[in-house]
């Protein structure tokens, strides 16, 4: 970290036309984009919200999802028309949006406005096996790399991540109780709308899975974890999160399973967090207890827990006011104000 520049941006804050701490956790997200772009006069420049698709073998059972799998092809289909909440918030915010195929199952047309990243039709049912090679896990990865290098390449510095594959709580769910050691219950939430029925099958199912992988037991990388129980989508996001730190973007952390990613991306390289600012506190049943891993400040409390990037897509502003106070609020010399009395 900067020291120098750290104490800098602490006096411009502190010398704004107010009282010490009273702009909350904006004083923190400019501090930090500061810091992230290294720079007194940081910029939120052409922000952009990625979404991976992929579906999971797991889904094709039933036993962890109240909606059939061909949903991850259909939302897909919404998103490419505009009519998904992430459209919505997209469109309004003028964000940009990419929707990647990670790894649905079904064959896009190619003309479809998406980006065509398939590393396989849906991952293999982790009940019986592993989800996916460690060969396809690290070529997920290096795609996810390169679709964040080429948007760096329009201009952005500010990316949040978003996901949709119908099973895809299950794995961020596996990927969490393994790499924080905490219990399949403590992990496992409703998804996408379970019954108390369904959320106890869903339950019952993934301790199975993790007694056939070890995941309580055994130390694994980011890498065989993804083999084992991850997905497509996690697996690409995972990359992108690595690349968009190397390139010192300002990442946007979205909800449960964007950060089940991020807890794989830090385990391969730390420093990835020094550049994440937390969108808000999903109501996914788990996400709390990865927040306080990271030791996050969420900077939204509003109950969602829909995914999609949708949460990203909603902070972006706040961190765009963050820094357009740094940039254009004036000072107490400025504004020739009176500043606080010293006794």
Known sequence: ????????????????TKPPGALGLLEEVALQVGLIQ????????????????ADHGIAATGLVNPYPQQVTAQMVHNFVKGGAAINV????????????????????????????????RATDNYLHGPAMSEASAMQAINKGKA??????????????????????????????????????????????GASDEQLNTKINTLETVSRFHHLGTKDMSAIELLSRVGGFEIAMMTGAYLEAARQKMVIVVDGFISTAALLLATKIEPSVIDCCIFAHSSNEYGHTKMLAHFK???LLQLNMRLGEGTGAALAIPLIQSAVHFLNE????????????IDI
Request: glycine fraction near 6%.
């Open 1 to 16: 970290m900067n020291t120098s520049l750290k104490q800098q941006l602490q006096h411009k804050i502190d010398t704004k």
């Open 38 to 53: 290294n720079t007194l006069t940081p910029h939120i420049i052409n922000p952009y919200i990625v979404v991976f698709a």
């Open 89 to 120: 918030f997209c469109r309004h915010q003028h964000i940009a949006l990419v929707i990647v195929d990670a790894g649905v199952n079904t064959d896009f047309e190619e003309d479809i406005v998406i980006t065509h990243a398939k590393i396989n």
């Open 147 to 192: 679709i964040v290098n080429d948007i760096v390449n329009t201009g952005c510095n500010t990316i949040g991540f978003g996901e949709m594959g119908i099973g895809n709580t299950s794995a961020a769910a596996l990927i969490m109780h393994q790499m924080l050691q905490l219990s399949v219950t403590a992990c496992t939430g409703r998804g996408t």
């Open 296 to 298: 996050a400040r969420p």
């Open 329 to 340: 609020m004036a000072s107490f010399e400025s504004a020739q104000v009176s500043e606080k």
